[in-house]
């Protein structure tokens, strides 16, 4: 009886070993993958913030720093 339940204890330890690992990088792919999108959020308003921000400069004509500043922040 002792070596049936010491196996049995085995196979629950692997087992859950096994499901705990599987649930990890599951969660790791999620969170790589959030990253990489929220990245590609942040660069592609920033790069459309600078495109605008060059349309409206060509358009106006630079003025002065404190406009691009302005600009910039807003």
Avoid: C
């Amino acid at each position: 009886k002792t070596e049936n339940i010491s196996s049995l204890n085995n196979s629950l330890v692997e087992n859950s070993s096994d499901n705990g690992f599987t649930i990890l990088s599951f969660v790791h792919i999620e969170l790589i993958i959030f990253i990489i999108v929220l990245g590609l959020i942040i660069l592609t308003g920033l790069v459309s913030n600078i495109i605008t921000v060059a349309v409206i400069l060509r358009h106006k004509g630079i003025k002065s720093i404190t406009d691009i500043l302005v600009l910039n922040l807003a």
